[in-house]
């Protein structure tokens, strides 16, 4: 197939644990975005047999609009993945993904006649299991039978998607998602026996911005989790040294203020004389140690636990600094330089406002952070980078690399590369 | 080009062809940028990345076709009309043509796109969450397609040297769609 079939016809899949980001070449530098999560309808509902609604499972934008019962919500309402990983045998876990999946294809389905098929790339976490390719493929198989939506599809690691966006080959990948966090070596490909994962991301920062909210007087708000977002964004600064920045912040709080006037309501969050915790909500994600911290896990706070996935073990409260040196001590003596000198953060957990100009001495950017952290391990000669639009550098590596890849390389089971023809 | 359209930025990609046996990787690639740096101020690079005033250019890809030709491709982003005509107008200068795949994301009124497509276009489809049509803009015969539940139309386009000066400007397309898209009048 020629490279204008390409050009137009590369679909890009990221399947994040709370996010599945997807969609072709053609739409630009945004995927489309739904939550990576299924509802299967009460069938025998008298609403469903009067309107004639068939569908065993509803995905995407349409899934608020279906839901029943809150206390049926733990049985119908599936989020299929946990830190990255789908249950090999969990039948309603893998039906949602394959209708999230056609639900993706279906939605950037083009109407011209020549549309063979799409060159779909998909995207799965780096410590995903063999099985999970294999079942993947099988689900895209189904769907090619079905709707001819696919020509052929290749599946490649999330950092490995990264380091391919920003074109380069050997460096360290931090994908901080909603979940959880992957550190990942990358020389040609993800070093696998170096991967480190971390049982912390977005979700975690969206906790302490609830307790912050309901210590300031918001704990009605503090429940819905648009609202804590919209705080976290508005309000959240990552310290350059925490205890520093505290004690400034509390000596002179006005010059920390900040207003966020949540849209389309009259609901307005200030600080007041708490200015300070600001730089909890940023700490936090970087690192969960400092005692400050502690009261809030004493106060009912869940505390980042460790948790087994199958053969790894995601850490809970491992700081980032830390991560990666122990990710990049795993690797040969020789490469390691190497890697220290490019660090690539990505991942919606580390989207972050610039902070303004009058806070600088306190507030940083998240590369700049993580280059603090590495100092205190004494890691020095770092270069650290985070990538435009950090949410979605892994589906964008996912269509560079679409159009890159050769026709004729045919996907490989022990290299786990290449492309899978469904024609 | 009217204020409104000058917030409009673009993203895509571009393909071109050259002969196998004249190319010499960076220098092609070089002599492209120092064209370009002609035309548009350039700011800074970053890795594989160019900014400049206007733009961003990145990813330059090599694919040997056959013997003789290897097709080369770039991605464009944050682009504005006038970088695109640079850009288009350095490449073309070079290599004689290309082809540009072209993505604007815009609050543009898709109804009445889609209603001036199905009238004046060669072709029109439609499914549940886009359109596409092949119609012809401004003298240049273009493939499109239209998600309007993402603000975002795509148009595909062949520009050559030897074409009159206003069909080798993606800004003529890129304001025309804006203004049977009601933002541009």
């Known amino acids: ?423 | 080009m009217s204020k409104r359209s000058l917030g409009i930025v673009a993203s895509g990609q571009i393909l071109f062809e050259v002969r196998s046996s004249s190319i010499e990787v960076d220098s092609l690639f070089d002599q492209l940028l120092n064209s370009i740096k002609s035309l548009v101020k350039f700011r800074i690079q970053k890795s594989d990345s160019y900014s400049f005033y206007g733009g961003k250019i990145s990813h330059l890809q090599f694919f040997n076709i056959d013997r003789e030709k290897t097709c080369v491709s770039l991605r464009f982003s944050r682009a504005k009309s006038k970088f695109l005509d640079n850009l288009i107008k350095a490449i073309i200068n070079k290599v004689g043509k290309c082809r540009m795949n072209c993505t604007l994301k815009a609050k543009i009124d898709f109804k009445n796109l889609k209603s001036y497509l199905k009238e004046n276009a060669k072709w029109f489809g439609e499914l549940e969450n886009s359109f596409s049509s092949k119609i012809n803009i401004k003298s240049n015969e273009i493939d499109l397609v239209a998600y309007p539940g993402m603000n975002t139309v795509s148009f595909d386009c062949e520009f050559r040297r030897s074409s009159s000066p206003r069909r080798r400007a993606p800004s003529q397309i890129v304001n025309e769609l804006l203004k049977i898209g009601g933002l541009n009048s």
């Not at chain 1, 050997?170 to 480190?196: D, K, L």
């Not at chain 1, 639009?389 to 089971?413: K, L, T």
Request: proline letters at 6%; aromatic letters at 12%; hydrophobic letters at 40%.
């Open chain 1, 1 to 423: 197939m020629s490279l204008e079939y390409r050009q137009k016809y590369v679909f890009g899949a990221d399947y994040g644990t709370s996010y599945f980001k997807f969609g072709s070449i053609t739409c630009g530098e945004e995927p489309k975005m739904i939550e990576n999560r299924g509802y299967f309808p009460n069938k025998e509902s008298i609403i469903q047999r009067a309107f004639g609604i068939t569908k065993e499972i509803i995905v995407g934008d349409e899934v608020p609009l279906y839901l029943q019962a809150s206390e049926d919500l733990s049985s119908r309402l599936i989020y299929p993945m946990r830190n990255g990983v789908v249950e090999k045998n969990d039948e309603k876990a893998w039906k949602i993904v394959k209708e999230i999946s056609r639900y993706g294809l279906d939605y950037f389905k083009p109407a011209e006649p020549e549309f063979k098929g799409f060159y779909l790339v998909a995207s799965l976490s780096s410590i995903a299991p063999r099985y999970m390719y294999e079942k993947l493929f099988q689900i895209y198989d189904e769907i090619s039978d079905e709707s001819g939506l696919i020509k052929v599809a290749t599946i490649i690691p999330q950092p490995l998607a990264v380091a391919i966006a920003h074109k380069t080959t050997t460096c360290v990948v931090i994908e901080s998602g909603h979940g959880n966090t992957q550190v990942c070596p990358i020389s040609r490909y993800p070093i696998r026996n170096a991967i480190v994962a971390i049982n912390r991301g977005g979700g975690d920062a969206n906790a302490i911005t609830a307790e912050i909210l309901k210590d300031s007087g918001y704990s009605d708000l503090a429940h819905e989790e648009a609202f804590v977002i919209k705080a976290k964004e508005s309000l959240g600064l990552i310290p350059k040294e925490l205890e520093r920045a505290i004690e400034a912040a509390k000596k002179n709080p006005k010059k920390f203020k900040a207003r966020v006037k949540i849209p389309g309501t009259r609901i307005t969050i200030e600080l007041e004389e708490n200015t300070w915790v600001r730089f909890l909500i940023g700490e936090y994600v970087f690192d969960p140690n400092h005692e400050v911290f502690q009261s809030y896990f004493v106060r009912g706070m869940p505390r980042p636990k460790d948790v087994r996935v199958g053969d790894m073990v995601f850490r809970g409260m491992l700081d980032f600094g830390g991560s990666i040196v122990e990710a990049v001590e795993r690797c040969p003596i020789e490469l390691q330089p190497h890697l220290y000198r490019e660090i690539l953060l990505s991942g919606g957990n580390f989207c972050w406002k610039v902070p303004p100009e009058s806070l600088s001495d306190f507030a940083i950017d998240p590369s700049t952070k993580m280059k603090l952290l590495l100092k205190k391990k004494g890691i020095t000669n770092v270069k650290v980078n985070t990538t435009s639009m950090p949410q979605y550098s892994v589906w964008r590596g996912c269509v560079i690399y679409g159009f890159a890849v050769p026709d004729d390389y045919a996907w490989n089971w022990e290299r786990m590369e290449g492309w899978l023809s469904f024609e």
